[in-house]
Structure formats: C-alpha cells, structure tokens
C-alpha cells in the first residue's frame, strides 16, 4: 500500500521569497509516479510538478522545482519568488503501477504581501 | 479543448435519501476517477473508471457505487446518505490508465441535512 505524508499542515512565505513544502511517501512499487497538485480557493486542482521515480534529475517547472531524494522517500516542492497567487493548498500525491493516485493531507500555503 | 465538467455544483440532501452526481470527462480521455474530500480525510480516493470498466476501488462502503458510459461520462451514486457525507466531490480524468496526468473538476459540493 501507498502512504504519503506531509508533515506541514501550514506555511506560510513572504512575497518574492522561496519557501519549501516537505512530503515523504512510502511504496512498494518499483516504478511509481510522484506529484503536486494545487488546489486555490476556487477548489479547481491543477498539477504544479510531476516526478518520474526513475529518473535522477529533479523535475523543473519555471518557479517550481522538486527535490527528489528516492533513498529517503522524499519529495518536496521548492516554489521560488513566490507570488500572491501561488496561495492555495498544496497536495503531495504518488501513483505506483495501477494503482490508485494517493493523496496527502495538504499543506496550506500563505503567501503575505 | 473543454475542461473536466461536473454537475450540478452543490446539492442539498438530507439524511436516508440518495443522490447521483455526474462528471464529463475531457474529450478524448477514457479515465475517470472519483474523490471524496473532506476536511478531516483530505482527498480519499473512491473509484476509477476505464472504458466503462472499474478499474480500482477505494475503501468506501458499498452505498457508494459508479460507472461509465460509452462515451466516458461517468456518475457515481450515493444511496442512504448519512452526514458523514458531506464532502467535495471531485472527479477526474486522464487519457491513459497509469501515470499520466489527471485533470480534475470543480467538484461537487454536497450537504446532507
């Protein structure tokens, strides 16, 4: 069975800086899929990043970057300069095989002007 | 293309009835998966769909029940509500059946009274 956790039910970040939201997951799986979702107050889910398990070098989106430490079962989401709208929660989810998306609980992110 | 559409937006029951809840994937898609989210279990996986087929199934009683049509559109059903119930419905979809990425929905906000 899949498990993800996200150890930070909060964060918050001023605006233009970086901040960095934790998640580590559990599978057994060999090959296996990691993700971020965002989800803003409007409740519409978007994919921020996706990561695939298999390969070493960490995922880049603009802003956004992961760093992926397999050992460790750790994936976490850097968001850099951070801007007012990147307010939202943010979901760690993996997928392993045919298996079921697994979500964690969120970590709701502030971003102060 | 058009996104994820689920209908309607928000639902009031109350206790005892049940309710059907509809999601249009994107066109093209033949996956279709449901979550329940709440504030205290997050996002729970409830079913997948795929060419009409359920694919997976999460951990939910058997009042829950889903299926797809030929042309992908799915509705999941609640019979007996209870209040635990009231959740945000979200439903996406996907062009293959694993890793690929899932565009949600809105989401279909229900109350049970």
């Known amino acids: 069975a899949q498990t993800v956790t996200q150890s930070q039910p909060e964060m918050s970040v001023q605006e233009a800086e970086t901040v960095t939201l934790s998640c580590t997951y559990d599978t057994s799986e060999s090959d296996y899929y990691l993700f971020w979702y965002k989800q803003p107050p409007s409740r519409q889910m978007i994919l921020v990043i996706r990561q695939e398990a298999y390969k070493q070098q960490n995922a880049t989106e603009n802003r956004f970057s992961v760093n992926f430490q397999k050992a460790a079962k750790s994936f976490s989401l850097k968001i850099s300069d951070s801007q007012l709208g990147d307010a939202a929660m943010y979901f760690c989810?993996?997928?392993?095989?045919?298996?079921?998306?697994?979500f964690g609980k969120g970590t709701k992110l502030t971003v102060n002007p | 293309k058009a996104g994820v559409t689920q209908t309607p937006r928000y639902l009031i029951k109350t206790r005892g009835q049940q309710v059907t809840l509809s999601c249009s994937p994107i066109s093209g898609h033949r996956s279709v998966s449901w979550y329940q989210q709440t504030p205290g279990q997050g996002l729970q996986f409830l079913f997948e769909y795929f060419s009409e087929t359920q694919r997976n199934k999460g951990n939910f009683p058997g009042r829950f029940s889903g299926r797809q049509f030929s042309n992908s559109r799915s509705e999941m059903n609640v019979s007996t509500l209870e209040l635990g119930d009231s959740a945000l419905y979200l439903c996406a979809s996907s062009s293959q059946l694993v890793y690929n990425e899932q565009f949600f929905g809105p989401g279909t906000r229900l109350t049970v009274l």
């Open positions: 989810a993996s997928q392993g095989g045919s298996e079921k998306l697994v």
